[in-house]
């Protein structure tokens, strides 16, 4: 079992930045790949970046790419989105996840409660 826990959602104007932190407890967070997803009214939840348990293999959705970098310390089991020059169109709730293989594609095992990210324009 683990339990996630996100935190440093807001309310941001466009072009400023936010950074998510995602807290891990119960397994090991060094064995799992983690992901961030968002989700907003009437749409599907989508991935927006993920990374593998020793960092070498990085995914970022088309959306973010050049603006949000996903980062992780394992001896902190902390995951991390940095967020920069942000969008209304990021407005969401973001979700943690983790899964045991890298297959963003496939299961998610765990996931956070998740926080709000408001972009204003």
């Known amino acids: 079992q683990v339990q996630l826990v996100e935190s440093g959602g807001g309310l941001v104007q466009a072009g400023g930045s936010l950074r998510l932190s995602c807290a891990a407890s119960?397994?090991?967070?060094?064995?799992?790949?983690a992901g961030w997803f968002r989700q907003t009214p009437g749409k599907e939840r989508e991935i927006v970046a993920a990374?593998?348990?020793?960092?070498?293999?990085?995914y970022y959705a088309d959306s973010v790419k050049g603006r949000f970098t996903i980062s992780r310390d394992n001896a902190e089991r902390t995951v991390y989105l940095q967020m920069n020059s942000l969008k209304p169109e990021d407005t969401g709730v973001y979700y943690c996840?983790?899964?045991?293989?890298?297959?963003?594609?496939?299961?998610?095992?765990?996931w956070g409660q998740g926080t709000q990210v408001t972009v204003s324009s």
């Open positions: 119960g397994r090991p967070l060094s064995i799992y790949t």
């Open positions: 990374i593998s348990w020793s960092s070498d293999t990085i």
């Open positions: 996840a983790v899964q045991r293989v890298y297959n963003i594609a496939a299961q998610w095992n765990y």
